[in-house]
């Protein structure tokens, strides 16, 4: 078991490295297995919060926060697979959780509250699990761009902006069930626009249309260009 030291004010970014190592080693962060990384305090950030360079693991905040300073990412996953983020607050950041161009992850029970961007936001990211978190109070709670394959379901998203956003680039061409991303029985309530998707023209010159679909009882508004 790693040893850890209480926390400082501000701890600037931990980082969990490819070869499973943590940056810097003093944070209040503690692994065995170098396979679950265990928060022991909470932690306070200037940048961003958590990077995970490494696949395969699980980063279990066990109920502590990491409170950002306005901007940065809470925790951040890029070219990640097989990552499982859970438990913990993560409040204050630009965003929330970060991810770009990773899949086959979990983000689960997790407080995602007060960031300035998006609670959770994926970029390019397919085949992620997004269930059970708290979304409150973000400007957006989650924006999906050039994402498909990822399932939304048990997730309590209430007092953002927009509750879903979807961005699409042209070619994706969404379906009625928005490019198979699926929502369950996600509580969405008392946000300016519950959920919107926008199909991004690739061409110039391009004229613009609106349109709406139904997904369930779920109304989805397209802007779709052509």
């Not at 909470?42 to 279990?60: C, Y």
């Not at 198979?180 to 998707?197: E, P």
Request: with cysteine.
């Amino acid at each position: 078991m790693v040893n850890v030291q209480p926390v400082r004010a501000d701890v600037g970014t931990i980082y969990i490295k490819a070869d499973g190592s943590v940056e810097p080693p003093a944070a209040p962060l503690s692994t065995a297995d170098n396979t679950t990384y265990t928060l022991t305090d909470n932690i306070t950030s200037n940048a961003n919060g958590i990077v995970i360079e490494r696949d395969n693991v699980t980063l279990d905040g066990a109920g502590y926060t990491v409170t950002g300073s306005g901007s940065g990412n809470g925790t951040t996953l890029t070219d990640r697979s097989n990552v499982t983020i859970r438990n913990m607050t993560i409040k204050n950041f630009g965003f929330g959780i970060w991810l770009s161009s990773s899949s086959n992850n979990g983000i689960s029970g997790n407080n995602i509250t007060a960031n300035s961007y998006y609670g959770i936001w994926l970029y390019s990211s397919s085949n992620n699990t997004i269930t059970g978190n708290d979304m409150t109070n973000n400007i957006d709670g989650i924006l999906l761009y050039s994402s498909s394959n990822n399932s939304i379901s048990g997730n309590n998203i209430t007092n953002n902006y927009y509750g879903i956003y979807f961005v699409f680039p042209l070619a994706t061409r969404c379906t009625t069930t928005s490019s198979t991303t699926r929502l369950k029985c996600s509580v969405i309530s008392r946000q300016t626009f519950g959920i919107t998707a926008i199909l991004l023209a690739e061409t110039t010159g391009a004229t613009t249309t609106a349109q709406t679909c139904t997904v369930g009882l779920i109304r989805i508004k397209l802007q779709v260009t052509e």
